[in-house]
């Protein structure tokens, strides 16, 4: 059997005619940029996130800079989070101008500790940038204590989570801003790039939509910005997968929770941690082995046997080559969490539209290797 790693195609034929209505919408009303569909769109968007604003812009990067550039933080200025993430998330500080500092993630959820967080605040700390690293949203309410203490922004990398939310807070409530993605492989992916910005603030609101636009909100007037829009096809994509977001996310809790219980008595592998009352959304299933120098012995395991698992992510942010200017980044205390997290983990096949046959299948795998090792 081979159980890929990806549902699009699958997802796209369940809803076509959802989808195709919509693209022959925009297609039929010749305007394809800034146009109807996109306010429609940023409107079902705010509606469904509970935030006052949602704004369209090119893709996830651009959503994270364009916000730090819409709250002044820039050169000079000093951005913290976590190396065991996605590249971009410290790339869109470094385009920003800022600094990047690292500290260690959570051992159990992988996304920040928040006790990692305060030695790494100088004079020149800005902004806080969590990550709902595989779905799960990073604890808040600890990020969004300290951030008052120390009079810091924070802003959310939602990139992965859409859908998600803490035990006792909602995304948006403890920050600035939310920032996503809608590439494909994110659980609401366009059919091409895509992103959003989600706040309650009028001023950021008002300023990504100007810098999105080439610093325009009024025809023929200007000030420094970028081009960076939503466009109004894919506007009319996600317009129609918004709908069925929530009934994704059921089913990848679904699957996880089979794979968890399958998987219950392996000896090699330890499974993902979801905290106790928040919505972990599975935008991946990571689990790591336990000896990080058998990893890629099961990685082979399984693609040998049909099964496309990846990594997510094997190298951390602070191992990577080229960086362009120098030294863009300072790491505070040991981050070995996330150091040994790039050196185990092992990303199952995770999409809504998975069987019970294709899971089923994944778990005698990984127990085969389990009980070889
Ligand atoms: C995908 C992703 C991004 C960047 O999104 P793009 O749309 O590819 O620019 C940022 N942060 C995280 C955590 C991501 O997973």
New binding site residues.
Partial sequence: MNVGFYGHVKQYHNIKDEIDANMAEVLESGSYVMGPMLSRFEDELKEYMGTKYAIGVG??????WLTLMALGVGPGDEVITHPN??F??AE?AWIAGCKVVFVDCDPKTKCIDPAKIEAAITERTKAILP?H?YGQCAPMREIKAIADKHNLYVIE?N??AIDGRGDDFKQGELSDAV?T???I??NLGCFG???AVFTDNPDIDAKVRKLRNHGSAKRDHHSFGFNSRLDDLQAGVLSAKLKHISEWTDQRIGWAERYTEGLSDVKNIVLPYARPGYRHVF?LYVVETKDPAKRGELLAFLRENGVDAKTHYSIAIHKQEGFPWGKEYDIVGSVENAERNAASCVSLPMFPELTAEEVDYVIEKVKEWDAAN
């Fill in positions: 893709n996830g990067t651009d959503a994270i993430t996605f971009a998330t869109a990550v690293l990398d990139a992965q920032c993605s809608f590439i492989q994110k790039d895509g992103g935008h």
